[in-house]
């Protein structure tokens, strides 16, 4: 099969009709897409474009198939291919790239259950077509097992697509750093850091297995055609070392550099520290705008470590951006208009100089105080009528041993004051007995006391930062309701409810979470609720200024920065004291993502950070700094 066209454009305009961007300087080839939905379409239709091919043939169409969050989007279009365009999956035979071991195949956590849910209960591929690796077997059967799945592929003509997604390690299926690219399905022991990140489905890294059964290298270098795909900022660094470094056994998903027609497909966070991404000027020519002006002279005055004002035409010269000052000097005007720039960001009254409605949207219970609390407090200082709208209930991110210190709390509160009651005592009991369950922890109740834990937390932080209590919204979406880390995809429901509380309170500005590397997806989730309701508030002309801020784990880069306020040593303080009273995240959180600081901590060095960078670029210097953008389109 041959590679899919792509525009090579540097200036391509991406839209959902086209299919993507080929990005230059790359030894892997690399396609940027316009966002993760459209990067799902296109490789569901070119899935979809084999099997129909294969069966005008009278041929099998054979796909090897990964499971994780990656792949889901495609595997949902591929169902609604199948559903409402009637696409027919009886030539389709799968193999899957891997299982943990030992796992049985109706666990929670296999990815034999995983499959049947995400995909196969959904569309018509017969079982005996279906192949994953067996979990469950002894330690004395794994091997000829692992060499008859080689056969099976094999007796199948061998594999037509494998998809991939790729691990923080590198790691292709659940091959590690040190992989041999001969390897073939086998037993393998995991990484630390793939363990960690697998924590967050298994409550907690002691939890996760350390072995799994995986394809191999070699096994996917065979597959004719391989689509490797890579979602969030999280995953931009090891992309960038995958498609543009050397080929070596410690990143695993380098040797598909030499593979005769693999492609690895990107939205725009993973693919920002590509060179033609990040420093396009240094691999390609490009049309200069003003972004793109204000980008390269921001990392050049940081290449030089020297602030805007000093750049000399000599540095401009020897770093690639001679024709900048071709097209757009001489180099004391660039210098002025990206200084100038800068300066404009810097913003002392946010939500302006008259008293007006403005709302933040958290989708976590304490994403409010961490991303953007000083703004918070500064808002609610200079007189604005704040509002805080908690997205999501966040109860799955507590600790069962903090839920049960809480019931503890309530039943000696109840003795104490002889309020006990049959009720109470038996509510006490099931809830007891179901924390005191490994993997049960999630009953309905249970889940209803960590919400509350959390619902009392944000209230707290929340006067802390100054917002009063009856101006806290909590919307409890419908997506977030599983009782799991796994959501269901935003409905009409949940639009509804973010529509219906702007259409109340009518706020002139809304701020909400921009970060597209949150590791539930829910930030992800709750701003595509949030723009969806807007573009339907606007139909009634409903439309308020809209700003993004990032959560926990990054900041904006400089040069994306629409809007800086200044954070003084006090307002920081007051940050922190109303993190601290999010008592069940403080210490060590259920889902620290891919940083093991606490949040406060994060939340200091971030500000701090964004303020030194600031000065170093010759802006004035502040304690602190907390970044947006301005909310223009789609994430």
């Not at 300087?25 to 396609?31: A, D, I, N, S």
């Not at 067996?134 to 094999?154: H, M, N, P, T």
Request: aromatic letters at 6%; hydrophobic letters at 40%; charged letters at 25%.
């Amino acid at each position: 099969m041959s590679m899919p066209t792509v525009p090579t454009s540097q200036s391509a305009d991406l839209t959902d009709e086209q299919p993507g961007r080929l990005l230059p300087g790359t030894v892997l080839p690399c396609v940027l897409y316009r966002n993760a939905a459209v990067l799902a379409r296109h490789v569901a239709a070119e899935v979809a474009d084999l099997i129909r091919q294969r069966q005008s043939e009278g041929r099998q169409a054979v796909l090897g198939l990964p499971t994780g969050s990656t792949p889901i989007g495609v595997y949902r279009e591929l169902i609604r291919l199948h559903q409402e365009e009637g696409l027919d999956f009886s030539n389709v035979v799968t193999f899957n790239l891997d299982e943990y071991w030992p796992m049985e195949p109706d666990s929670v956590h296999s990815y034999h259950r995983w499959m049947r849910e995400n995909f196969f209960d959904h569309v018509n591929v017969p079982e005996e077509n279906i192949h994953i690796p067996d979990g469950q077997l002894s330690r004395g059967k794994v091997d000829r097992f692992c060499a008859e799945y080689e056969k099976a592929i094999a007796a199948a003509g061998g594999i037509d697509i494998q998809m991939l997604g790729i691990g923080r390690t590198g790691h292709i299926g659940f091959n590690e750093p040190g992989s041999s690219r001969a390897s073939r399905t086998r037993l393998v022991n995991l990484d630390p850091v793939t363990r960690r990140d697998a924590a967050s489905g298994f409550g907690g890294e002691e939890n996760v297995p350390l072995r799994a059964v995986t394809m191999g290298v070699g096994t996917i270098m065979d597959a004719r055609r391989v689509i490797m795909m890579a979602l969030g900022e999280h995953k931009a660094p090891i992309v960038r070392r995958s498609a543009e470094d050397e080929e070596t056994a410690e990143i695993p998903a380098s040797f598909l550099q030499a593979h005769p027609n693999a492609t690895l497909l990107l939205d725009s966070a993973a693919a920002a520290e590509l060179t033609a991404v990040n420093t396009p000027w240094e691999v390609d020519c490009v049309d200069w705008t003003a972004e793109l002006e204000r980008r390269a002279v921001i990392w050049l005055a940081e290449e030089v470590s020297k602030p805007i004002l000093k750049l000399e035409a000599r540095d401009f010269m020897g770093h690639h951006l001679t024709d900048l000052v071709h097209e757009s000097g001489p180099v004391e005007n660039i210098r002025q208009r990206v200084f100038d720039s800068l300066m404009e960001t810097i913003c002392n009254h946010p939500g302006g100089k008259e008293k007006q409605t403005i709302i933040v949207f958290s989708p976590h219970p304490d994403d409010d105080v961490i991303s953007m609390g000083g703004t918070l407090i500064t808002l609610a200082q200079q007189g604005h009528d704040v509002h805080i709208a908690y997205m999501t209930s966040g109860n799955i991110a507590v600790f069962d041993h903090d839920a049960l210190r809480h019931v503890e709390y309530v039943s000696e509160y109840l003795k104490m004051f002889n309020l006990q009651s049959q009720e109470s005592t038996a509510m006490e009991t099931g809830l007891r007995e179901a924390l005191a369950r490994r993997g049960d922890s999630n009953s309905p109740e249970v889940l209803k006391v960590k919400g509350l834990i959390r619902k009392t937390e944000a209230v707290c932080a929340a006067e802390t930062a100054g917002v009063p209590a009856d101006h806290c919204h909590f919307l409890d979406m419908p997506f977030y309701q599983t009782g799991q880390v796994k959501k269901k995809p935003i409905g009409d429901e949940d639009v509804a409810i973010v529509a219906e509380l702007i259409r109340t309170l009518e706020p002139a500005q809304i701020y909400l979470a921009g970060d597209l590397s949150d590791p539930h997806g829910t930030h992800r989730m709750c701003a595509e609720a949030i723009i969806s309701a807007l573009k339907v508030l606007g139909e009634d002309d409903l439309q308020p200024e809209a700003w993004l801020y990032r959560g926990a784990w990054q900041e904006y880069e400089p040069h994306e920065i629409d809007r800086a306020v200044p954070l003084s040593p006090e307002v920081m303080l007051r940050k922190k004291l109303a993190i601290f009273k999010h008592e069940s995240q403080k210490d060590a959180a259920l889902f620290p993502g891919h940083d093991e600081r606490e949040f406060w901590v994060r939340a200091e060095a971030r500000t701090k950070q964004t303020a030194r960078r600031y000065n170093e670029l010759g802006l004035p210097e502040y304690f602190g700094v907390e970044a947006f953008r301005r909310l223009e389109g789609e994430l």
